[in-house]
């Protein structure tokens, strides 16, 4: 996976991309989960992304027919390599493939940089920055991850958090990023909690159990901080944490929220 590049401050405005198609090849393929694999593209045409936004990946089989599925970046910054991470999803049309069988040297199209209202820029000469609340489930951590990266990179002083709801210990994405966004915490600080629903890590003093409403009063940061919020997990996961927010006092006007089904 790429490391992002600095991002432009806001101080000298976000950059403006228009969305277009471009030719992209496989990179790189690896396991990311027992369900899932992370998959690099190559695209030389790349304009640069955000940390939050997505693509359209289109795959064209030898006979021409053509299927289209929206992923988030798991990358960003101004490289031309775009990191994907894709679950697989047993009665997709797409997934199954992504997961199974493409390969290095694969060919395939994307359309983007897509979706600003999810994004999240650092702004490393803030005097008084803004806390960020990252609250993900299962694959949801995608498109935070580049959040987190661009975070640590640009040793921005806002105070981050993720909470991250997953199965078991091998169903997290990224670990190995999260590990170095947790001990870069000295330079751009960031807490992370793990909740496992189904077994939780050798050693851990808190049992397995579903993400509640209490579990997350107690981590994430309280409404009177003006945190901005971002939630992206499966519709009833988000659905969910979104009621809870709300029943806690946070502010709507302060989450952004992404779901993501079956493809």
């Known amino acids: 996976m790429t490391v992002p590049a600095p991002i432009p401050t806001p101080d000298a405005g976000p950059v403006r991309r228009r969305p277009s198609w471009h030719p992209a090849t496989v990179a790189e393929v690896a396991p990311e989960t027992p369900r899932s694999r992370r998959i690099v593209l190559e695209v030389p045409t790349w304009p640069g992304n955000d940390p939050g936004q997505h693509v ?4 064209t089989a030898e006979d021409g027919y053509q299927a289209t599925r929206s992923y988030s970046l798991a990358s960003s910054g101004a490289g031309t390599r ?27 199209d994307v359309h983007g940089p897509l979706g600003d209202w999810f994004v999240w820029r650092p ?43 997953v199965r078991t210990p091998e169903d997290v994405y990224f670990r190995r990023e999260l590990d170095a966004a947790v001990a870069a915490t000295d330079t751009a600080p960031f807490h992370l909690d793990v909740v496992h629903s189904r077994r ?22 309280p409404p009177e901080a003006g945190a901005l919020v971002y939630v992206c997990g499966s519709t009833p996961f988000v659905e969910q944490v979104l ?15 992404e779901r993501f089904g079956g493809t």
Do not use: C, K, N
């Not at 359209?56 to 795959?59: A, E, F, G, I, N």
């Not at 939780?200 to 940061?221: D, H, M, N, Q, Y």
């Not at 009621?243 to 006007?253: E, I, K, M, P, S």
């Open 200 to 221: 939780a890590p050798e050693g851990a003093t808190t049992p397995a159990g579903r993400l509640t409403r209490a579990t997350l009063a107690a981590v994430v940061f």
């Open 82 to 108: 775009l990191t994907l991470a894709v679950d697989r999803v047993d009665d997709g049309e797409v997934s199954p493939f992504l997961v199974d069988d493409i390969a290095v040297g694969d060919a395939v």
């Open 56 to 59: 359209d990946l289109r795959l």
């Open 123 to 165: 702004d490393p000469a803030a005097e008084h920055p803004r806390p960020v609340q990252l609250i993900a489930g299962g694959s949801g951590i995608v498109p935070l991850v580049p959040m987190v990266e661009a975070h640590r990179a640009a040793a921005d002083p806002a105070p981050f958090r993720l909470l991250y709801a």
């Open 243 to 257: 009621t809870w927010l709300g029943g806690l006092g946070h502010d709507t006007r302060d989450v952004r929220a």
